[in-house]
């Protein structure tokens, strides 16, 4: 690809507004909820469970039905092919059929002629249960011994040897909780029956291929029979990976079944209770280390909660396994993964993947040994990273592009870390109420889906007679800028500005076969298919110029200026209408699949990634020892994105991420009560980080490298991995707590959420702590 075309490793212009920021911001992007809708349109709402186990007796119905402005109300006996939302394990059911298995499982489905009507009608069913025992948490799921499949392990060396025989050794234990993606735009689907049985679904949807299959097997329909087509999401950070599924299923079998147009439109309560979150885990570990910190056997135990059905729990638990070494070596290590099945709702993809919930494991270890040893973490993180003859994952992989020792000198040195360290200490050495800490934690991210066949992607570019180029991928847009990377990418194969390129709505029909647009890697595969497709047709113009003017192919120059032909400058208009006359096919699909993975899950070993992103992040906080609560005072990010496709998108992304990180771990609690209800269902009892939560002083810095392997723009993904700079904030928390009893070598029981509550029980502790 180099050889072809030089162009694709510099963009022109990079730094490019969203394409729908104007929209955003005036309020004219359309999402699925603002699109007109039809006089006869249905409006839909689920009978929930109210038990979190329980066989089905009876469903009395009859009110339901009764209720003012209610059309048809279906169960799961209406559902004319597989009762199926599932994204693997075919355990996901539209309607429950015999038992429900969580609180807040849909039941039946209510089609009436108002939103206010359906979900009113929708309280009004009378189900009879007998009701089954329950497993809510982690540990009643390991009393009952429910996996959603066997524990994993991955090995290397022997961990147990070298506890044994290491100079140091310690246990702990901690807690990491759950997180609701709180997307802006709650889930929402638009199906139409078109002819033929044919059906038209628009789905705030970041999986569009995988919601026309299962449409498809639900109706026994074909899947060139059903289209899907997503525009923009208000937000999705995974939530909206597999979960969609189920509302677009549920609109799609009300408009096949009635011939009407249907809508979902999910009440934020309703979708609180009945969509995945991010897993919970129980963290134990032990590890053994010498006197300067190099941890010399390691053995991890991460139980995490999967909810009551597979979802997409096996993935995402392997990531957390790959992800618990973070940037450091470990030359002995065990970790187990143990997958629980719980009477919840399904926990799912949320930004990250497991990712952090594996870092933020082996940074704990980190702190802990940093405490017992009673010097600052950073020189203990510095003493394990990977190195020359250290460069080998557990998993096989060599990390071959490891910038992280430089990346943390830098921001070291440019955040003024060992100075503020200082600083901080006296700080607390005088102040007997509010206390300080202090944080340096890197992040190490790969990149690629480690579901293998995931990574392939496909898009269509037309160029019209008039010059204009439009261009159709497989990506969904969800804020994250993906379509404008992609639109750079075409109008720079051409050399035309940024505005001669329409990038239309994720759809089908256009693009088949699609993976998510997930594991941050939206840009890597539709970019790179989309540089594909657009070269592909600048190749057929080359040649057609070069015949028509008698030259060579080296002679035609797509540049700013217009197209050079020897002696000659053409618009490139001019040379899209000459080539349509000249019968010359102006429209072209691109295709590109990620090279060099080969993983092998049966033993955990293999490349599972084509590349690792990496950055590091500096947190300082401050604590109030009497109530517990805390403040963010200063983040400085040194983050690498290789080369850039789009310097503001990108550290727009990285600003996103690391403020949602920081929520994830101090403020957004998931609660359930003991029947397995959850009582953080809105924003009155969920708290999301606000404004007032950004610190003052927030620094984003892009790393000047760029990425080793042949990525488009030799650019890296920027999706995910900024999510997990957060942990500097935990670490930070962590140490301030600490400082309230600065003589002891010992860690604080701090868990995540670091709420209030947590950092009072955890400053407790620690001062009780012998």
Known sequence: MAER????????????????????????????????EPADMLHLAFGQSSEARARILSMDLDAVRAAPGVVAVFTAADIPGANDVSPVAGDDRLLADGEVICQGQSVFLVAATSQRAARFAARLGKIEYEVLPAAITIADAQAAQALIEPAQRMVRGDAGAAMNTAPRRLAGRFEMGGQD??????????????????????????????VQHLIAHMLHLSSADVTVEVRRMGGAFGGKETQAALFAGAAALVAHRTGRPA?????RDDDMVMTGKRHEFEVAYEVGFDDEGHLLGLLLHLASRCGATVDLSPAINDRAMFHSDNCYFLPNVEVVSERLKTNTVSATAFRGFGGPQGMLAI????????AHLGVDPLEVRVANLYGPGRDTTPY?????????PQIIARLRET????????????????????????????????????????????????????????????????????????????????????????????????????????????????????YNAAAAIRERLTEFLARTYACSGGDVHFTPGGVLVGAETLTFGQVARKAHIGRISLSST????????????????????????????????????LTGEHKVLAVDILHDVGRSLNPVVDMGQIEGGFIQGQGWLTTEELVYDARGRLLTHSPATYKIPTASDRPKHFTVTLWDGENVEPTINR?????????????????????????????????PPLDAPATPERILKAIAGHRADP
Not at 263 to 267: E, G, N
Not at 398 to 403: C, L, P, R, S
Not at 731 to 746: E, G, M
């Open 715 to 747: 650019s890296k993904a920027v999706g995910e991995p900024p999510f997990m700079l957060a942990n500097s904030v935990f670490c930070a928390l962590s140490r301030a707590v600490a400082a309230t009893a600065p003589d002891k070598r010992a860690i």
């Open 263 to 267: 809508k979902f439109r999910c009440d």
């Open 5 to 36: 075309d030089p162009a694709w490793k510099v963009l022109q212009k990079p730094s490019q507004p969203h394409d729908s920021a104007r929209l955003h911001v005036s309020g004219e992007a359309r999402y699925a909820d603002d699109l007109g």
């Open 415 to 530: 955040a003024r870390y060992d100075e503020r360290v200082r600083a901080v200490a006296a700080f607390n050495a005088a102040n007997p109420i509010l206390k300080k800490g202090i944080a340096l934690t890197p992040v190490k991210f790969g990149i690629s889906f480690t579901t293998t066949h995931l990574n392939q992607a496909g898009a269509l570019v037309h160029v019209y007679a008039d010059g204009s180029i439009q261009v159709n991928h497989g990506g969904t847009e969800m804020g994250q800028g993906l379509y404008v990377k992609v639109a750079q990418i075409v109008a720079d194969v051409f050399a035309v500005p940024l505005s001669a390129v329409r990038i239309t709505a994720t759809r089908t029909d256009k693009v088949p076969n699609t993976s998510a647009t997930a594991a941050s890697s939206g840009a890597d595969l539709n970019g790179m298919a989309a």
């Open 590 to 625: 691109g295709y590109y699949a990620t090279p060099g993975i080969d993983y092998d899950r049966s033993v955990f070993k293999g490349r599972p990634f084509y590349y690792f992103a990496y950055g590091a992040s500096v947190s300082e906080v401050v604590i109030d020892t």
């Open 181 to 210: 993606h709180f997307y802006l735009e709650g889930h929402v689907a638009v199906a139409t029956p078109g002819e033929d049985g044919q059906i038209h679904v628009l789905s705030s949807t970041q999986h569009p291929s995988e």
């Open 396 to 404: 096989e992989m060599v990390v071959a592009d490891n910038v992280a």
């Open 363 to 370: 940074e704990r270890v980190i702190e802990d040994v940093a």
